[in-house]
Structure formats: C-alpha cells, structure tokens
C-alpha cells in the first residue's frame, strides 16, 4: 500500500495527542501533588488539543473533496472511518474542558468524572482509527486485533514519554510516569514483532484464487490491461524492497522502542528530573513512530496486486 | 446510507463472463469508456490523453494470464470490473454514505454529490474495481450501465451494459442473476460459472465461465532411431541418401 505522508502524520500526530491527553486526564487521579500546577496541565493538554488538530488537518489533505469532510461523519453505523470523526468531534470539547480544569485548578467529583470520560474518548478515537486498518480484509497483513493494538500501544507510549518530558520541563520528576512509559516500549516491542510475525505468514491472494484458473496450473500474467501505471497500481501496487524493510524495522524497534526506554531508564536511575533526557526519549518515540507507520504501509499487499501476478 | 439494504429485493442484476470465449479485444473496455464519458459517471477524466503516458480512469480492465503449463497449459483473457457484490465492504466502510447498494436490483453505485474521495472503499475492494478520479476528487466505479438498462429512449436490445452490446464475441451475458430460470443463471449452472476469491466473502453477484476443458493432444510422436520407412518412402529416402 501507498504510504501517504498525511496519513502516516495524522495517525502519529494525533495518536500521540491523544496519549499525551489520556496520561493528563489520569493526572488527576495518578499524581495528585500536581493538581493545581495550572501551567504543567494547561500547556500539556493545550500540546495534546494542538497535535490532534495537527493530525486532523493533516488527514484532510489525504481526501479529493475536503470541502465536504463533514460529511464524514453521517455513517458511524458500518464505517469505522465515520465513528473515527464521530468520536474525535465528541472528545474535542470534553479535551478542552479537561484544559479549562487543569488552568483553574478544578477539583470535585464532577471533575474526575469528566477526566475520565476525556481518558476513555482519547481510547476509544484511537482504537476506532486501528480498526479503520484491522477490519480492511483485501490487506492480509492488517485483519489482525495486533494492528489495533499497537495503534493503541504507540499512543500509550508516545503520550507516555511526552507526558513524562512535560513533567520534568516543570521540575516534576514522575518516576512512576517514566517506568509506566518503559513497560510500555516493551509491550510495544513485543506487539510489534508478533505482528510481524504473523504478517509474514499471512496468506494474501493469489494469482490463482483471485482468477479462480488454478483449477487448471499456476497462473502468471502475460500481459497487463495498461501499460503506463493507473491509480489502481499506485496505490496498491506498492511495495518497499525487503532489505529497506529489514533496515526500518530495525530503526522503528531501536530508536522508538529501545532508545526511549534507555533514556528513561537513565532518567530514573539518577533520580531527578532530566529534561533533556525525557525530551530525547519522546522524540526518539515519535520519530520511531513514524518510521513504524511508513513501514506499516509500504510493507503491506492488497489483494488486487494478486490480479498484476503477485503472490 | 451505507448500511446495506435491509429487505433486498431478489433481483440481482449482474454480468457472467465466459473465460473460454474471450479473446481479449478490449472492445468491451473501450466501449464501457466510450458510453461513460459521457453517463452517469462522466467525466471519466483521462491525464494526458496525447502525452507519453496517458493513464485514466477505467470501469473495465482485461488482463491476459496463462494458467498451467506444457501441453495442459492456455492463455486466458480475463476482463475484470466490478462484481456487484452481495457484501460490498466498500459500501460499509464509506464513511459519507456516497456508496450505496441500491435494494431493488444490488447494483452498487457512488453518489458523486457526497464522495469526501478518501479513498477507504478502493482499499476495501479486493478486485480493484474502484478508480479513483483525482481530476474530479471523486471515485468512480462500474454503474452496470445504470443509464442504459432502464433507459426507454434506446431500443430495447440495446437496453444492455456497453461492454455487453458490443463483445464481438458474445463472451458477455448480462440479466437478473437471482433469478434461478433467467438465462444467465442457466448458463452459470450449465457451465459451472464461479465466484472470484469466494474465501474473501464479498459474494459476487457476476460469475466467470470457466474455459472448456480441452481434448489433451496427443504427443507428436518422435520418429524411432532405425525405422525403416517402406515402399516409396523407402524410395525417397534412398534417392535423399545419395
């Protein structure tokens, strides 16, 4: 499949504000000693509002009529996409309610409660955006519930180590916020190669099933319906060359799942804050983040690649 | 809206394309292109129509594969369009509701009015039947001649798809393939028409005929070291001797 780099922005881009808002929304039940920190809070959900947006905006660019995106979110009842918009729209206003709480200094019931239903919008907009992926069964190597979950892990994770940054730019050494973000690079590293695992055992179609001639041997093209490329062939018919792939995967693991949790790790044993550490450690994560998602694209086949004679 | 159809009407109107007598002409592809230029889908935006590598959006594309080897082996034409499915996921995952089944007949259409061109149903479809226009920023897909079927301005056994009227060959068929005693339904039942990628689960509404099976020709038998030929081939070969 075609990497779009709007895409491939949006979904890193708002996945980490939605991570950053989830690990802000718990803030308020995880590290109470910094309620009332109005400007730690304000200008973290502020960044996770910003970075949302940003994403938002990014996957309009991806639509031949953007003018019309509003439409989107009429078919919540069968189109994940819709439910995607549908659940974005809805946590927008609770997200900035959460921002208005934090720069007050709110506390009460109805507060926590809001703060919870920010913490579950910002899942449930995620998981929404990796089942746009799962539920696609042309694409073999995405109709796995580990494609949803590692959208969820790298969300957790990206938010996590961003949030953990914030905390210490603030002179709020979260120790437990840190070891929470390194358990999750594990849990990502783990996902992530069992979903490549299974991916490269997926059977996609083959010339054979697609044309239904294997009842009479193995069938290859002999000549193709065009001769230039089409639209069809773009967008589907692209593939990225195994030892690039090789190489991704080893900086997407590396750099976004190892070399953050060093960091942290580092940041923990000498037991202050580390601004500079944490800030290298979220950006090493989105940086993997993205080398993952182009990676996620480009390495995955369609079914109609089977009609031009893949396997 | 993009649920499907809750009360389907039985009519699942739909093409049976006969593998064994196609010989791969793109007559239908050009005339589908012709007729749609200007029906419901117009335009069907070419890019550089004169330039060195024009390209454009098609309804209709003919492969050509060969299947088995040796003796056994053949080449096969294969045209390849939408299928009209009975579980479209490129309706379901539309998420504006511009992709529709519609009930009375399963034809499967975009509302060019309400398409966002995001994309997700050209993902979603396993035959590559979707196109999209990045001219109009629109996808375009197979209409089965919904402007031709109904249409009471033409005779009527022109009331077909294009790509039916004009296949030179007859390799075409189109009529009401939920219906047991239409004549296509006969056809797929006597030749054992089949699904595409059945394990998909789209369900298909068009069928493909499979080619015939072919007599096994008889191996052209190797003249045997030492033969004698006999009478005036023995003649001949003693004359070519000399």
Redesign the interface.
């Known amino acids: 499949m075609k990497p779009a780099l709007s895409v491939i922005f949006f979904t890193t881009l708002s996945g980490l504000g939605y991570g950053l808002a989830f690990w802000l929304s718990l803030d308020w039940f995880l590290a109470p000693e910094r309620a009332g920190a109005a400007w730690f809070g304000g200008a973290g959900m502020a960044a996770a509002i910003v970075l949302i947006v940003a994403g938002l905006l990014s996957s309009t660019l991806h639509l031949g009529r953007p003018e019309r995106a509003w439409r989107a979110f009429s078919q919540w009842r069968t189109s994940w996409l819709s439910r995607e918009g549908v659940a974005a729209v809805v946590s927008m206003p609770v997200l900035a309610l959460i921002w208005l709480g934090w720069v007050i200094g709110a506390s009460g019931a109805l507060w926590t409660i809001l703060a919870l239903l920010g913490a579950l919008l910002a899942i449930a907009t995620v998981y929404c955006t990796g089942m746009i992926y799962q539920s696609l069964k042309p694409i073999a190597a995405w109709t796995s519930k580990l494609t949803t979950l590692v959208y969820l892990l790298y969300a957790a994770m990206t938010g996590a180590f961003a949030a953990a940054a914030l905390a210490s730019w603030f002179g709020f050494f979260g120790g437990v916020q840190i070891a929470v973000a390194i358990l999750l690079a594990g849990m990502l590293l783990f996902a992530k190669i069992a979903y490549w695992r299974r991916a490269a055992g997926a059977r996609g179609l083959t010339p054979e099933d697609a044309t239904g001639l294997g009842r009479i041997g193995r069938v290859r093209q002999l000549e193709a319906p065009h001769q230039t490329d089409n639209y069809i062939t773009r967008e589907m018919g692209f593939r990225v060359a195994r030892r690039h792939a090789e190489k991704l995967r080893l900086i997407a693991t590396g750099v976004g799942m190892a070399l953050p949790a060093l960091l942290g790790a580092v940041a923990i044993a000498t037991g202050g804050a580390a601004p500079a550490l944490l800030t290298a450690a979220a950006a090493a994560a989105l940086v993997g983040a993205i080398v993952e998602r182009w990676l996620f694209f480009a390495e995955a086949r369609h079914a109609v690649t089977a009609f031009y004679g893949a396997r | 809206?993009?649920?499907l159809p809750q009360n389907p009407s039985a009519k699942k109107l739909g093409l049976v394309i006969d593998?064994d007598t196609c010989v791969?002409c793109?007559a239908c592809?050009v005339n589908c292109k012709e007729w749609n230029a200007g029906g419901h889908m117009a335009p069907l935006t070419d890019l550089e129509p004169y330039g060195a590598?024009?390209?454009?959006?098609?309804f209709n594309?003919?492969?050509?594969?060969?299947?088995?080897?040796g003796a056994?082996?053949?080449?096969?034409h294969?045209p390849?369009s939408c299928l009209h499915c009975e579980e479209p996921?490129c309706?379901?995952?539309?998420?504006?509701?511009?992709s529709y089944k519609r009930a009375a007949d399963g034809i499967v259409l975009v509302n060019e009015d309400?398409?966002?061109?995001?994309?997700?149903c050209?993902?979603?479809?396993?035959?590559?039947a979707r196109?999209?226009?990045?001219d109009?920023?629109?996808?375009k897909k197979c209409t089965l001649c919904v402007d031709r079927i109904y249409n009471e301005t033409l005779p009527e056994a022109e009331r077909v798809p294009a790509c039916v009227s004009t296949c030179p060959v007859s390799a075409r068929h189109f009529g009401d393939l939920g219906d047991p005693e239409s004549d296509v339904s006969k056809l797929v039942a006597s030749r054992g028409g089949?699904?595409?990628?059945p394990?998909?689960?789209y369900r298909p509404t068009n069928k493909?005929l499979?080619?015939r099976a072919r007599p096994t020709p008889a191996p052209v038998p190797a003249a045997a070291a030492g033969e004698q030929p006999t009478g005036l081939l023995r003649w001949v070969d003693r004359l070519l001797s000399l």
Do not use: Q
């Not at chain 2, 590598?53 to 098609?58: F, I, K, L, Q």
């Not at chain 2, 309706?91 to 511009?98: D, I, K, R």
């Not at chain 2, 089949?194 to 990628?197: H, M, P, Q, S, V």
């Open positions: 809206m993009t649920s593998l791969g793109h592809a590598e024009p390209e454009g959006v098609w594309r003919v492969h050509a594969y060969e299947a088995g080897d056994a082996g053949r080449t096969v294969f390849r996921a309706v379901t995952v539309c998420p504006t509701g511009a309400l398409c966002i061109g995001c994309k997700l050209s993902w979603a479809c396993p035959y590559g196109e999209f226009d990045e109009v920023g629109v996808m089949y699904d595409l990628a394990d998909m689960g493909y499979p080619p």
